[in-house]
């Protein structure tokens, strides 16, 4: 069984910067990808940022410049750095790991629970 606890969301000024944070626990013998998701109300959850692990990312293109993702592996732990964020950020944050259990095993596709994330003044 493998959780991703996602934290770090809340309230923040237009312009303003958030950091929000994936850890993952569980039986892991690699995390192949690492990625954040969006979902704003009324909208398709969207792509926000993925980082794979030859450490190349793609970003949506709302948010290149602005957001970057990272990851530590010693911690099985992902980042969102969010600056100059804007009212259209608003949404709630999903955190995604493709994790392998052990060597030779199938990789499967984890959620977080998600954290909302409000940008206004």
């Known amino acids: 069984q493998v959780q991703l606890v996602e934290s770090g969301g809340g309230l923040v000024q237009p312009g303003g910067s958030l950091r929000l944070s994936c850890a993952v626990s569980?039986?892991?013998?690699?995390?192949?990808?690492m990625a954040w998701y969006r979902q704003a109300p009324g909208k398709q959850r969207e792509l926000v940022a993925l980082?794979?692990?030859?450490?190349?990312?793609n970003y949506a293109d709302s948010v290149k410049g602005r957001f970057a993702i990272s990851r530590d592996n010693a911690k099985n732990t992902a980042y969102l750095q969010m600056n100059s964020l804007k009212p259209e950020d608003t949404a709630v944050y999903y955190c995604?790991?493709?994790?392998?259990?052990?060597?030779?095993?199938?990789?499967?596709?984890?959620w977080g629970q998600g954290t909302q994330v409000t940008v206004s003044s």
């Open positions: 995604n790991a493709v994790v392998q259990a052990h060597s030779g095993d199938p990789r499967f596709g984890y």
């Open positions: 980082l794979r692990g030859d450490d190349n990312t």
């Open positions: 569980g039986r892991i013998f690699r995390i192949e990808v």
